[in-house]
């Protein structure tokens, strides 16, 4: 599926990252741009979440952390216990990420990674565009 033609709404679009809406495939992304502080890591989540509030189905979500910066323990574990319980809870079906996978990215792929399974999720880990939305578009 060649991401040109599919139908977008961009939800956010700051320094820090381009969080995007796909009607038509119930999908949504959000591509970082380098390091985020606390505020901005949550803000591009929480824009998904109250577009998903607001009646826009989102069962299907990625991140692409191939640009994104060192996110801390802080992020991470709030990701854990709030937000991926709230985006389950609001519809949210299969999830996956795209990365580059550094040392640094690979040690908090693997944690959300292990937060994930104990939801059931179906996610993927990966390498481009096209994988991760062949992924997602499965049923």
């Not at 991926?84 to 079906?93: D, R, S, T, V």
């Not at 040690?107 to 565009?129: D, H, R």
């Amino acid at each position: 599926m060649e991401q040109e033609a599919l139908k977008t709404q961009t939800l956010l679009d700051e320094s820090y990252a381009v969080v995007t809406y796909f009607p038509d495939q119930e999908m949504a992304r959000v591509k970082w741009k380098g390091n985020v502080n606390v505020d901005q890591y949550r803000n591009a989540f929480e824009i998904v979440y109250k577009h998903a509030l607001a009646g826009n189905l989102v069962k299907r979500f990625y991140s692409d952390t191939r640009e994104q910066g060192v996110v801390g323990p802080e992020n991470r574990k709030w990701f854990e216990k709030e937000m991926l319980p709230k985006a389950i809870e609001a519809g949210m079906e299969r999830a996956g990420t795209i990365s580059d996978a550094n040392i640094f990215k690979r040690y908090y792929l693997n944690m959300i990674l292990k937060s994930i399974n104990k939801f059931n999720l179906p996610f993927k880990l990966c390498g481009s565009e096209e994988e991760v939305i062949e992924f997602l578009m499965q049923e």
